[in-house]
């Protein structure tokens, strides 16, 4: 099992983002309708907002994070594309969070956030799959054309 911890930077100020379903981080930030965006100054929340995301593809989504000087993203599943995008804007990724938000913001604060437990297969490697050629012969719309 393979169990990824985060402890949150030692920075006066800092702006997270979490994509939101109901009352939790969002099983898949490239689905979440809303996201929720709070400001953690000295280990306390001092302001907190809501944002919708519908309708937004994930360049956009990366534009709104960039436009509210979000520093960190905390999410539960990402595209590889996403993530990516994301990253290259300067934005650091903690993904695989799961629970209630408020648990998880209280855990990030505290420096005892962890990820999702991973089961790990050592008969396997693991593979990361972004950039994987997709398709594998199977005819698309266009190609059967």
Same mark, same amino acid.
């Given at each position: 099992?393979?169990?990824?911890?985060?402890?949150?930077?030692?920075?006066?100020?800092?702006?997270?983002?979490?994509?939101?379903?109901?009352?939790?981080?969002?099983? $898949?930030?490239?689905?979440?309708? =809303? #996201?929720? &965006?709070?400001?953690?100054?000295?280990?306390? +929340?001092?302001?907190?907002? /809501?944002?919708?995301?519908?309708?937004?593809?994930?360049?956009? $989504?990366?534009?709104?994070?960039? =436009? #509210?000087? &979000?520093?960190?993203?905390?999410?539960?599943? +990402?595209?590889?594309?996403? /993530?990516?995008?994301?990253?290259?804007?300067?934005?650091?990724?903690?993904?695989?969070?799961?629970?209630?938000?408020?648990?998880?913001?209280?855990?990030?604060?505290?420096?005892?956030?962890?990820?999702?437990?991973?089961?790990?297969?050592?008969?396997?490697?693991?593979?990361?799959?972004?950039?994987?050629?997709?398709?594998?012969?199977?005819?698309?719309?266009?190609?059967?054309?």
């Amino acid at each position: 099992m393979l169990i990824l911890c985060y402890v949150m930077p030692r920075e006066e100020r800092v702006k997270v983002a979490i994509p939101l379903f109901k009352s939790r981080v969002s099983p $898949r930030f490239d689905f979440a309708a =809303k #996201l929720l &965006v709070v400001t953690i100054t000295d280990r306390k +929340i001092t302001d907190r907002q /809501e944002f919708s995301l519908a309708n937004l593809n994930p360049i956009k $989504r990366t534009s709104l994070l960039c =436009k #509210l000087r &979000v520093q960190i993203m905390l999410c539960g599943g +990402i595209s590889c594309f996403a /993530e990516r995008y994301i990253k290259a804007h300067g934005i650091e990724v903690v993904p695989l969070v799961q629970g209630e938000v408020e648990e998880i913001l209280t855990l990030f604060i505290n420096g005892n956030l962890s990820s999702a437990i991973i089961p790990i297969i050592p008969e396997r490697p693991i593979r990361n799959n972004c950039g994987r050629k997709r398709g594998g012969g199977r005819k698309t719309f266009l190609s059967e054309q």
